[in-house]
Nanobody, 124 residues
Framework: QVQLVESGGGLVQAGGSLRLSCAAS????????MAWFRQAPGKEREFVAT????????MSADSVKGRFTISRDNAKATVYLQMNNMKPEDTAVYYC?????????????????WGQGTQVTVSS
């Protein structure tokens, strides 16, 4: 089993920045790709970004390209999401996800492990 714990959420003004962290524990040697998803009130959970096991390959949603950057530090078993030039529409609960597989997935069904989520609120 793998446990994921997110941190770094909070309130930020439009145009500001936040960095989310997600620390993995347990059988971290089995973790392959990791990802960030988000869910706004009344909306379905949506893909934000994913990163390969070694960190060399990433994919991100069109809505965050050029603004958000995903990265990971395998020595610390942690994945990050640097969010810049934030917009009110970025307001959501952000979830970290992980899979034992090496492929990158944009669907939530591709991930086996999930964190509890961290709230991000962007004020206009």
């Amino acid at each position: 089993q793998v446990q994921l714990v997110e941190s770094g959420g909070g309130l930020v003004q439009a145009g500001g920045s936040l960095r989310l962290s997600c620390a993995a524990s347990g059988r971290t040697f089995s973790v392959g790709a990791m990802a960030w998803f988000r869910q706004a009130p009344g909306k379905e959970r949506e893909f934000v970004a994913t990163i390969s096991r070694g960190g060399s390959t990433t994919m991100s949603a069109d809505s965050v390209k050029g603004r958000f950057t995903i990265s990971r530090d395998n020595a610390k078993a942690t994945v990050y999401l640097q969010m810049n030039n934030m917009k009110p529409e970025d307001t959501a609960v952000y979830y970290c996800a992980a899979t034992p597989n090496s492929g990158l997935y944009m669907l939530a069904s591709g991930y086996d492990y999930w964190g509890q989520g961290t709230q991000v609120t962007v004020s206009s």
